[in-house]
């Protein structure tokens, strides 16, 4: 493969848990092209009234590369990165479309409402809230916000109600 077959793309890059702003610098640093979208959200202290900056996508951020050996291996060997998301055939291109959206989106300056729809049998964990550290499988959504989750144990099953906010979806197990 020479330079000249190789084609800038944009790709995903999975993160550290809050290191989006960390490898965002180090590739800026680098003279890689990074897109790190970010939204405006009331921050969910109690004692403060505060708008703050999050990523929109927790965990990810966008790279611009043409994949040639040295900078895909200057990306991922960056603090805080883990890995360019793929398929088994190696790290797969997000449509420049989609990109120019989210930058769209993101200079708009108006509220966007993110997530993910659970499924019916994800496995989650609770991760805010009094049953926090619990783990348990999705069964169905209850109302605004509210989800259902069933945990089993001893070949029974208890189900609790949490807030929707307060879950994430793990991944799935491969053994």
Known sequence: ???DTLIRAWYALHT???FENVVNERL???SIEV???KIQVPSKRRDRKKIIQIPLFPGYLFVKTDLNPYEHLEIVKTTGAVSLIG???GPVAVPSEDIESLKIMVVANKEVITGYQ???GDRVMVVGGPFSGMTGIFVRYK???RV???ISALGQFASVEVNEEDIEILPEKTS
């Open 87 to 89: 398929n088994a055939r």
């Open 148 to 150: 259902v989750i069933n």
């Open 1 to 3: 493969m020479t330079k």
């Open 35 to 37: 897109f790190l979208p």
């Open 143 to 145: 109302g605004i916000n």
């Open 118 to 120: 659970l499924q019916e």
């Open 16 to 18: 550290k848990s809050r």
């Open 28 to 30: 800026m640093g680098k």
